[in-house]
């Protein structure tokens, strides 16, 4: 129904339908012909519309005429009644659903979404003389051939009692997404950790779609209380309760999701050993000679720990455990510190530095010690990465990687949590590659407009009395290009 605006065009698209997929479109004529033949030889008045029916100005009678030589069944199904145009009389169009009823051979299905229509009053008067029988479909039929969709039938009846998917595409793209990260567990035999793999990819599918867990933002008063908990990584934690698996996988899948990262097998098969360190006997349990026996095999964890999730949770359990035990662990704190510093910095040259963004990480470490140390790295990454933007920017404003350097300063800037970071830093973007003068591009013109709002927003008389000493060196085309920058950011 939606976008038809008269009622007679409900019997264009029948007729249309049925010489399409019945592929008589060509014989719709001669039918036509061959009934009102037979029938002029009854009354000449009959003949007379031969020349009408020819034409296909009369569509309505057309079908009519033509149902009566129906032999077998032919379903009219009229869709999104709710979405009809306000042109269209609900009264004639169940008129006409009558009308189509009463044809041999022919039943019609209705589908609406009856919370949605417009003119409801009108729905439930003539409903009732109208529609013989009504089916309610509700989250998902009674029952779904899963094994059609490849879908495993008990895993995703479960998921579904918990969470309340309403789209089956949903789940399709969320088993698509599941096949793809197997195919990295090439060698990983342990069903147990591929149902907790295959979990945590259909909570990233589906919350990122149906977002069933992102509550209402609230204005002004108490509109922090649901930031942090309506971010996508909190907000999978609704899924994920009693696994196993490390965070850290979590936070790889969900950046392979969002085309952050790309995965292979050795980082799977090293999530897999944070897995089975998590299936042991639990250290509360231990004795004292126990936890100093599992010491030095945690100690060469961190060592080969190749993930951020397998090296914070190693250092973790041991500075709890040794600091129990009044075991000297400073020696490992210095490590880590190092360590964990070396892991920042690469990620976050290798283009990963949302990383520094989050901080549900540190809510899953026990050790104070640890949490300080993550902490203070996090904020020293912070000025790292603003270093590397602007030592970068200082030199060459042209390209591609110029422009998204300048984009994510100009962000970064606006970002309470770097504001001040970034002010103490600028001063050497205080040079002439920062505005549009030389071997200029529209690149070049965009990384400077970027750069230009972060100096005036940060200092605006130093940057406008800076914007008029340089416009003394430079050509009157350059002279206006920093015009209509400055006007812009202004503004």
């Not at 595409?169 to 342990?190: M, P, S, Y």
């Not at 970064?412 to 600028?426: A, G, P, S």
Request: net charge negative.
């Amino acid at each position: 129904m939606f976008g038809l605006n008269a009622k007679d065009q409900i019997y264009h698209e029948v007729l249309f339908q049925l010489a399409l997929k019945n592929n008589i479109g060509g014989k719709l004529g001669e039918i036509a012909n061959n009934v009102i033949e037979g029938l002029s030889n009854v009354s000449a008045a009959i003949g007379q519309v031969k020349e009408v029916i020819q034409s296909f100005a009369k569509e309505r009678e057309l079908f009519l005429l033509l149902s009566k030589q129906f032999e077998q069944p032919h379903v009219i199904v009229i869709d999104d009644l709710e979405r009809m145009s306000e042109n269209l009389n609900l009264e004639e169009v169940f008129g006409i659903i009558e009308e189509l009823k009463q044809c041999p051979y022919v039943k019609v299905i209705i589908i609406c979404n009856s919370e949605k229509l417009k003119n409801k009053k009108i729905f439930e008067e003539y409903k009732e003389k109208v529609i013989d029988r009504e089916y309610y479909i509700t989250e998902h039929a009674e029952k779904i051939e899963w094994n059609k969709l490849n879908i495993h039938a008990g895993f995703v009846t479960e998921f579904l009692s918990y969470h309340k998917v309403k789209n089956l595409r949903t789940l399709e793209k969320a088993q698509h997404f599941f096949e793809d990260v197997e195919l990295f567990c090439d060698g990983i035999q342990d069903e147990q950790f591929i149902e907790e793999v295959k979990l945590i990819c259909f909570a990233i599918v589906v919350e990122s779609i149906e977002k069933l867990y992102k509550k209402p933002e609230k204005n002004n008063n108490g509109e922090n209380s649901f930031q942090i908990n309506n971010k996508l990584e909190h907000r999978l934690l609704n899924y994920l309760s009693g696994i196993k698996s490390g965070r850290s996988l979590l936070s790889i899948l969900l950046q392979y999701h969002q085309n952050e990262v790309s995965i292979s097998s050795k980082e799977m098969n090293a999530e897999y050993r944070v897995y089975l360190q998590a299936g042991k006997k639990a250290n509360f349990y231990r004795t004292d000679n126990e936890i100093e026996l599992i010491l030095p095999d945690l100690e060469k964890d961190i060592e080969s720990a190749e993930t951020l999730g397998e090296l914070n949770k190693f250092v973790d359990e041991y500075v709890v455990w040794s600091d129990i035990l009044q075991i000297e662990n400073e020696d490992i704190l210095e490590k880590y510190q190092i360590t964990v510093r070396k892991m920042f910095e690469k990620m976050i040259i290798e283009g990963k530095e949302e990383i520094l963004d989050y901080s549900y990480d540190l809510f899953h470490m026990s050790s104070e010690k640890v949490k300080k140390i993550y902490s203070e790295e996090k904020n020293y990454m912070k000025e790292f990465l603003i270093n590397l933007y602007i030592s970068n920017l200082k030199h060459n404003t042209q390209g591609k990687t110029a422009f998204n350097y300048s984009y994510k300063l100009r962000n970064r800037f606006d970002n309470n949590y770097y504001k001040e970071i970034v002010k103490r830093k600028l001063e050497p973007l205080y040079n002439k590659n920062s505005f549009p003068i030389d071997l200029m591009s529209e690149d070049k013109y965009h990384t400077c407009y970027n750069i230009m709002y972060v100096l005036y927003h940060s200092d605006n008389e130093k940057f406008l009395h800076y914007c008029e000493e340089i416009k003394k060196s430079c050509d009157k085309m350059a002279i206006h290009r920093i015009t209509v920058l400055m006007k812009e950011i202004i503004k």
